[in-house]
Structure formats: structure tokens, C-alpha cells
């Protein structure tokens, strides 16, 4: 531990209202913080171990999917923490592509595209009439399609509810660059906004341009409080707390300015009124050499047990020889202990044929800080990450591209996610070539996937039987049923299951990496997770 240490105060409890993938992230999750804001000051104190959920009934509201600007180059910092931006490379192209799903029997929720503050960019559908009864299965599900297009700025996508319930809806926005300092591919499913959200890899290293975003989708003003933890322990910042988000508006930090010279930082966004969506735009330069860009997205909330997806390694011998300079152009697996309790981690690591042998199995996390273990010790492949823990701890990995210390690089950042449920979208991000990289750490389980097109058609379902302790992969085909795939209903049963999609360049060292959002259609209450 360094002399900065954690700082907690059991009087001062805080209650997180988690809004599963954003059916409810406006006025009924605010008014839910508010009515058991009392409850938090009595909640035990955690030696580290995670404290068990409530569930609260409230109304179901519109998701919101929001989606971060594309990536832009910093060209100042104002006062050392407010992002400045410069004009991006000449060929630097981004897409912004959303679908949401009709009802059982084909009624359609009122959709649109919007901007952040409201104002409609685009209707997609109106909503239909109720009916005396909805339909069983899938028959007559269709989607509707927001049709590609190239965002200026951060946008939503905002589907309504149908007789009371919520409804589901997906956006994904990728990003692509041939030239300039963020040269690479970056994609990332869009959030839904949550006062609660843990972002882990970021590095402010020399050359390494990490800047937080957050917007504020709703009606309701956003006070933000940045929690920061590093190598060396929990980082006391000034400027990282009341930061005010206007209504409709965003804000982009300089994470340097708050936190310089870490390998990979633990960022703790804590919202009160409004909730907001954060992400994290990491991009590397090696002098003049770019070493890529991407999103980072938060991860699953600290837990004793977290799994990874989306491992996925080519080149990986080769990656490891380039030299000093290019340290973070390897795979590695980043750990954070947020709580006040040392964790004792054990690391497991599933392939095709099952369990490979890691270098260093087992890990010692002190209470705080966050480790990088390296994961070039694996052979090239498609892998899922299983972590344990004695204490809660956040996981994410990286992935990289590149072997040609005098060529540019790329890498991306998988989150740790929770298990596939019975109904969950994942948009297929525009261009490259995508797979979908199953895992079932714990035991057998299936999934079913099923193509969502362009035409707005939900395809015919593909099953996939998951041994336990393997990763398996689908290849994303271009089209179906002859029009463009554009995202995936998924569904698995048996044991927990676990997915992200591997997107990478025809041609080139793009990598990216999207998690699946959660789902909160169809339910009729929140988790509500007392912490402090």
C-alpha cells in the first residue's frame, strides 16, 4: 500500500439503483433512489464481499441506448482535466447503428433516434394499439431498424414501452481510421445511463490519452463523484468530485489531469439527480507510431467471481518480443480490489479443448490498487477468463494486434459481463470482419442466436451446445436471408453462459471488442445494491 490509502465511511452508505441495460434510467429510477435513500445508512459495512441485492417494483420507462461522440483527437487540456479537441484524421469514418424489437405478435414500441438533449434525429416507428392478448413465441417478431449513419456527435437511440412493460433495443457505434494519431478500430454498445459504473484499463502513461466521457441523457441535472484507484492505491483527486452535468449535456475529462502516469486505472462513476452513461476513449501513440484506439466500457460491479470474454489472441509470441516501449501491446488481464480487504485471486483460463496453463494462476491483489497479469504465456486462440476471489475485485482484458514495432499497433478492451439471460441483444458493428466468442466456465449450457437483418427480419435460430470450461465461436456472416446482419437475439439455458463479439479490419491490426447489455425487458422490478 502507498500512503494514499481508501478512504470508506460506513455513515455515509450510498444505495445504487441499477438500471439492467436501460428500461428504466429516468424519472421512476431517480424517485426509486430517493425513496430508499434512508435504507443505505443502515446497510453493514463489507470487509470486501459483495452485499446481497433487494429488488424494488417500480414503472417500466423508455431504454435509452446512449452512444458516446466518436473518437476525436485532444488538442488541450484548459485548466488539466476538461478535454480540448482537435479536427480527426482524413479518412476516419464512424457508423452509428441501432435496432429495437417489436412485441411478440409484431406490434411496434414508439422508437427514435434523438440527440442528448432530447430533440428528435430521426423517427423509427410509432407505437401500435394495445391488443386484447400478445402472442406466444417468436412467430411475428420483427425489429425496427435505425438505418446506418454517420454521428456527429453522441446520440440515443429511446424505444417506449408496450403495455407496461419495457422493451428492447440495442446500438452500437464503430469507428475506423487508415491515418493519424487514432489510427485503429474502436467499437462500443451503447449504455444505458446508470448512477453506478466501474471503468478499469485506462492508462495516463506517457503517449497513452485516456479521456472520460459522461453524458447526461435525461431532464434531470447530474452531479457526478469520480472514485480513482491505481497501482498504488486509491488516488485522492481534486476536481474528480461534484462535477455538474447539465441536462442533455456531456462532459469529457482528461483522466492525466486527475490521475498522471498509471498503467491502468479503476474508475468509480457515481451519479446523484440524473443518471449518466460513461465511457472511456484510450488511445496510444509511440512517438509518430500510432499504438490504436478504443472505448473502454464498464465492466460487471465488484464481485467474488467475474468472467471475461472476448480473449481473443493472434500473434501473441510475436507481440511479446517488440521491446521496451510497447509493454501495453500485450495481452494482460487487469484486477482491481476496490474494497479495504487484500483478495487472493485465482485465475482460470478456458480455450476450445478447455482449461490452458497460466503462468501465474493464482494472484495477490492488495486492497486499492490495480494489477495487470500478463497473458502472454498463452498460445494464440479464443479464450474465456474465470476469476475468484476471496474479496470483490473488477476484472477486464486486453487484446492486441500488431507484431511490427515500426507499424501501428491496435488493442482493445474486453469488460467482464454478466451471463447471457433468455432474451439479449448485441449490435453487430458496421465493417471488418466479427465473431461471436461464447464461454461457460462453470458447466454445460446452450445458447441460441438468432440474426437480426436490415429488413428489420428476426432469422431463424443457430444453437450452440457449450461443454464446460471451453470457448466456442460463430462466425458473424455478412448477410442473411440476403440482407445485412445487423445484431443478434440471444438466449441461453443450462448453466451460466457468456458472450462478446471479436471485431477485426479486412485488412490491417484493427481490433475491438463489444460486450452484450443487459436486458431489463420484461421486468417489473430493479435490483437494488446497498454499498458504501
Known sequence: MSETTPVKDPRKA??????????????????????????????????????????????????????????????????????????????????????????????????????????????????????????????????????????????????????????????????????????????????????????????????????????????????????????????????????????????????????????????????TGGPVAATIQQSVLRGLTPGGVDFIAPTAHPGTSQVVTGLSLSGNAAAGRLGSGFEDAVPALALAVPGEQDAVVQLKVYGKSGQQALAQGVVNVPAGTVSLVPLNSLPDGDYTVSVTSDASVLASARVVRGTDAKKPTDFAWAPSTPAIGTSQLIGVPAGGGSILEFGAPRGTAEVSYRPITADGAVQQAAKVTLAAGTTTTADVPASAGGSPVVGYLLSASGDPAYVSLVQTQDKGTGVSVVAAPASSAGLDSLPVRLGH
Open 14 to 271: 450510498r444505495v445504487i439503483a441499477k438500471a439492467v441495460a436501460g428500461g428504466t434510467a429516468g424519472v421512476a429510477s431517480v424517485a426509486l433512489v430517493a425513496a430508499v435513500a434512508a435504507l443505505g445508512s443502515l446497510a453493514p459495512r463489507s470487509s470486501g464481499g459483495p452485499v446481497p441485492q433487494a429488488s424494488v417494483a417500480v414503472p417500466a420507462g423508455d431504454s435509452l441506448s446512449v452512444c458516446p461522440a466518436p473518437p476525436r483527437l485532444v488538442a488541450g487540456s484548459g485548466d488539466g482535466t476538461d478535454a480540448q479537441f482537435s479536427p480527426e484524421s482524413s479518412s476516419a469514418s464512424s457508423v452509428f447503428r441501432g435496432l429495437t424489437l417489436t412485441a411478440p405478435d409484431g406490434r411496434t414500441p414508439a422508437s427514435r433516434i434523438r440527440g442528448l438533449d432530447g430533440n428528435s434525429l430521426r423517427e423509427l416507428s410509432k407505437a401500435s394499439p394495445a391488443t386484447d392478448g400478445a402472442a406466444s413465441g417468436l412467430p411475428d417478431q420483427k425489429a425496427v431498424i435505425a438505418p446506418d449513419q454517420a454521428p456527429a456527435a453522441g446520440q440515443v437511440l429511446q424505444s417506449g414501452t408496450l403495455d407496461g412493460q419495457a422493451t428492447q433495443g440495442t446500438a452500437v457505434l464503430s469507428y475506423t481510421a487508415g491515418d493519424g494519431d487514432l489510427q485503429g478500430l474502436a467499437a462500443a454498445s451503447c449504455l444505458a445511463p446508470s448512477s453506478d459504473a466501474w471503468l478499469l484499463g485506462a492508462s495516463t502513461q506517457v503517449g497513452r490519452t485516456a479521456v472520460l466521457n459522461l453524458s447526461n441523457p435525461g431532464t434531470t441535472a447530474a452531479t457526478v463523484n469520480l472514485e480513482l484507484f491505481g497501482d498504488k492505491g486509491q488516488i485522492k483527486a481534486p476536481g474528480s468530485r461534484g462535477l455538474s452535468i447539465a441536462p442533455g449535456q456531456s462532459r469529457s475529462l482528461v483522466l492525466a489531469g486527475l490521475a498522471p502516469e498509471q498503467n491502468a486505472l479503476a474508475v468509480h462513476v457515481m451519479s
